[in-house]
């Protein structure tokens, strides 16, 4: 158990649909991230949210919509997406402490993902 | 831009010891992360390194050279349950706490 879910686990949607990926840590950690994992490609940074305000948005799509209600909560709001956006989909949460440039490592706590199928 | 190269696959033999290599060119520095995955799970953290050396852990041990952009998990001692991808991943300067992932590198550890 790593304090960080995700639901749902599959997701299989026709590119008209619109869902909402969940993430929820019990961690007590102030940042929160969603990755792209597809085959054969490295993860991908989607989004950073830090002390609920984003601070990191890595050239995504708009039809990927992030939404942080608070730090235990994160959502990715799909909206008229592609077949190409199917992969996995893992959310992670971490402390983020210290003044700029001053880090612990602060290792990054990963959810086991949402598989998502775009038909 | 950031540039993390590993092998794509490797194949050992139970109780052996393997060497996982990674090399990266990133515009910041600040940390070395190496993660394992097993098949459909979330990935988990192995070791950290952000000064040139050796870390041990167990049976894994990480090793970092900055000057060269280099680092290595060593696995000792191989079980099966050690098969699984490893993922380097490298934390850049800029404050916030973003990783940037290699492909991976799936360890299949064999009778």
């Known amino acids: 158990e790593t304090g960080v879910t995700q639901t749902p686990r599959h997701l299989v949607m026709g590119m008209t649909n619109k869902k909402s990926l969940k993430c929820e840590q019990h961690?007590?950690?102030?940042?929160m991230y969603w990755y792209k994992q597809s085959a054969k490609k490295p993860l991908e940074l989607m989004f950073v949210?830090?002390?609920?305000?984003?601070?990191e948005n890595n050239s995504v799509p708009s039809r990927f919509s992030p939404e942080c209600p608070n730090s235990s909560h994160l959502f990715l709001h799909l909206h008229t997406l592609q077949p190409e956006d199917s992969a996995l989909y893992l959310c992670?949460?971490?402390?983020?402490?210290?003044?700029?440039?001053?880090?612990?490592?602060?290792?990054?706590?990963f959810g086991p993902g949402t598989r998502l199928t775009v038909l | 831009g950031q540039n993390i190269d590993q092998p794509t696959e490797m194949t050992a033999t139970e109780g052996a010891i393997v060497q996982i290599n990674c090399t990266y060119q990133?515009?910041?520095?600040?940390?070395l992360f190496w993660y394992q995955q097993h098949a459909g799970e979330a990935p988990t953290f192995l070791s950290y390194?952000?000064?040139?050396g050796l870390e041990e852990k167990g049976r894994f041990s990480s090793f970092l050279s900055r000057s060269k952009g280099y680092s290595y998990l060593l696995l000792k001692e191989l079980q099966m349950k050690d098969s699984a991808s490893y993922l380097c991943?490298?934390?850049?300067?800029?404050?916030?706490?973003?990783?940037?992932f290699g492909t991976g590198t799936r360890l299949t550890v064999i009778p």
């Open positions: 949210y830090s002390l609920e305000e984003r601070v």
């Open positions: 961690l007590g950690h102030n940042a």
């Open positions: 992670a949460s971490s402390h983020q402490a210290g003044t700029s440039g001053v880090l612990t490592y602060n290792e990054q706590f």
């Open positions: 390194n952000v000064l040139d």
């Open positions: 990133t515009s910041g520095f600040n940390g």
């Open positions: 991943a490298v934390r850049d300067q800029t404050g916030a706490n973003n990783l940037f």
